[in-house]
T-cell receptor, first 110, second 113 residues
Framework: DAKTTQPNSMESNEEEPVHLPCNHS???????IHWYRQLPSQGPEYVIH???SNVNNRMASLAIAEDRKSSTLILHRATLRDAAVYYC???????????FGTGTRLKVLA | NAGVTQTPKFQVLKTGQSMTLQCAQD?????MSWYRQDPGMGLRLIHY???????DQGEVPNGYNVSRSTTEDFPLRLLSAAPSQTSVYFC????????????FGPGTRLTVL
């Protein structure tokens, strides 16, 4: 299973953009890049996912490098409610195994 | 839709006791899975199922059994609980695999004394 590497923690000021990086140098051609976040005492929740092209939704944007060996989750204006652990996960199209790493703990400063 | 539901929310067991954690989803998803999360750690996959009657092992399957008799339900059984199984357990479902969103339940906090 392909692995991802993320910084342990990051800080951001409220209402500023946040760029959360993820390295996945062993990604295969059929791996989707998923991002989930986990708020304190809750189950993970879906943020965004993509395959090759950049993706936008109401929560965030996902920028995928041209060689697909890295990606960046972009929160356009961080709020206090965005403080969470963010997980970058590779999931094969034909498989189902989500392998979570330890993620990035995002702290948002008021 | 209720989404993914789990019962109980909290449970305390003594070493050697058995119990079943319940998980149900009402979204007609084929894929379901169980994870455990230890303090300060990410989630680890215990078992998963790609449809009724089909299950497979994840990263940490020892000490746990599963079955999938219906699309909706995916119970996790602890046959003889051990303190090392103290953790928060999450159930999840997914319509078709990697290209789709996975939905997580609220979790069951289990303590084994």
């Amino acid at each position: 299973d392909a692995k991802t590497t993320q910084p342990n923690s990051m800080e951001s000021n409220e209402e500023e953009p946040v760029h959360l990086p993820c390295n996945h140098s062993t990604i295969s051609g059929t791996d989707y890049i998923h991002w989930y976040r986990q708020l304190p005492s809750q189950g993970p929740e879906y943020v965004i996912h993509g395959l090759t092209s950049n993706v936008n939704n109401r929560m965030a944007s996902l920028a995928i490098a041209e060689d697909r060996k890295s990606s960046t989750l972009i929160l356009h204006r961080a709020t206090l409610r965005d403080a969470a652990v963010y997980y970058c996960i590779l999931v094969g199209w034909g498989t189902y195994k989500y392998i979570f790493g330890t993620g990035t703990r995002l702290k948002v400063l008021a | 839709n209720a989404g993914v539901t789990q019962t109980p929310k909290f449970q305390v067991l003594k070493t050697g006791q058995s119990m079943t954690l319940q998980c149900a989803q009402d979204m007609n998803h084929e894929y379901m899975s169980w994870y455990r999360q230890d303090p300060g750690m990410g989630l680890r996959l215990i078992h998963y199922s790609v449809g009724a009657g089909i299950t497979d092992q994840g990263e940490v399957p020892n000490g746990y059994n599963v079955s999938r008799s219906t699309t909706e339900d995916f119970p996790l059984r602890l046959l003889s609980a051990a303190p090392s199984q103290t953790s928060v357990y999450f159930c999840a479902s997914n319509p078709t695999g990697g290209k789709d969103t996975q939905y997580f339940g609220p979790g069951t906090r289990l303590t084994v004394l």
